[in-house]
T-cell receptor
Framework: ELKVEQNPLFLSMQEGKNYTIYCNYS?????LYWYRQDPGKSLESLFV?????AVKQEGRLMASLDTKARLSTLHITAAVHDLSATYFC??????????FGTGTRLQVFP | ETGVTQTPRHLVMGMTNKKSLKCEQH?????MYWYKQSAKKPLELMFV???????ENNSVPSRFSPECPNSSHLFLHLHTLQPEDSALYLC??????????????FGPGTRLLVL
């Protein structure tokens, strides 16, 4: 059974600081997604990672994938308040099922 | 806006009521999904439709009944729900099931409260 675990579940960080959110998945998966959700809003797709070693960057966010370690990371550089949201990773099981992690609630304070 | 709309945005219903949730996508996609998001739980996939055919039912109780009349519309019919069914119900769409770079686009959700 594919399980996706994120840590930390809650993250409170100061503006300007760096931090990493970790996403571990339990069985083989060939696709890893990162989504952002603001309170009361839709999930917004951030990154799709399709191969081992894939790295994608958008603004202050960078995502990477290590399929051998079954690990994806979302790195936040010089955090700003606008990044406050809940971040979800999701891994694709071979039988076409997208399994979501529990989410990491990020709060950035001045 | 993601191109996926859901109505109503909020719904309060009694356990004996019958109601329906509606989802519409304006992206030309062929796959549509229903998810349940409960507090402190991961998103749970409920149903998948690909080209109007139901391809997945994740052991969802029969009090939830999906309907997909065409590739742009998806309904979730609700009847005799339980209080534990209270959650945020999210609809999503993607180009088609099984594409290598498939990304799902989510609607804003319907916040359901069952009394």
């Amino acid at each position: 059974e594919l399980k996706v675990e994120q840590n930390p579940l809650f993250l409170s960080m100061q503006e300007g600081k760096n931090y990493t959110i970790y996403c571990n998945y339990s069985t083989t998966s060939d696709r890893l997604y990162w989504y952002r959700q603001d309170p009361g809003k839709s999930l917004e797709s951030l990154f799709v990672l399709l191969s081992n070693g894939a790295v994608k960057q958008e603004g202050r966010l960078m995502a990477s994938l290590d399929t051998k370690a079954r690990l994806s990371t979302l790195h936040i550089t010089a955090a700003v308040h606008d990044l406050s949201a809940t971040y979800f990773c999701a891994a694709f099981l071979n039988t076409d099922k997208l399994i979501f992690g529990t989410g990491t609630r990020l709060q950035v304070f001045p | 806006e993601t191109g996926v709309t859901q109505t109503p945005r909020h719904l309060v219903m009694g356990m004996t009521n019958k109601k329906s949730l509606k989802c519409e996508q304006h992206l030309g996609h062929n796959a549509m999904y229903w998810y349940k998001q409960s507090a402190k739980k991961p998103l749970e996939l409920m149903f998948v439709y690909n080209f109007k055919e139901q391809t997945e039912n994740n052991s969802v109780p029969s009090r939830f009944s999906p309907e997909c009349p065409n590739s742009s519309h998806l309904f979730l019919h609700l009847h005799t729900l339980q209080p534990e069914d209270s959650a945020l119900y999210l609809c999503a769409s993607s180009q088609a099931r099984g594409l290598a770079s498939e990304t799902q686009y989510f609607g804003p959700g319907t916040r359901l409260l069952v009394l």
